[in-house]
């Protein structure tokens, strides 16, 4: 159950990244799971686990992470939210 729990805040944690940036990540919700996911795991690498944590992956650097990683993706693919 713990893995259906880290693919929920993934999802909501690139979803979050989207919003802020205004940019969408392809393929939709799973495309929110991997930005999400990726963005936790670079966010907490470069800016450590401070704040509070859901599902082992602490929020604000996580976010912070993600935001990062959908940026460097929509430079790639150049998709902007309509």
Known sequence: MGW???LIIGAVIGAIAGAITSRDLPLGCIGNIIGGLLGAKLGQMIFGTWGPKLAGMALAPSILGAV???AVI???????KN
Do not use: C, M, Q
Request: hydrophobic share 60%; net charge positive; charged share 15%.
């Open 4 to 6: 259906l729990w880290t």
């Open 68 to 70: 990062i990683v959908v």
């Open 74 to 80: 929509s430079l790639f693919i150049g998709r902007r």
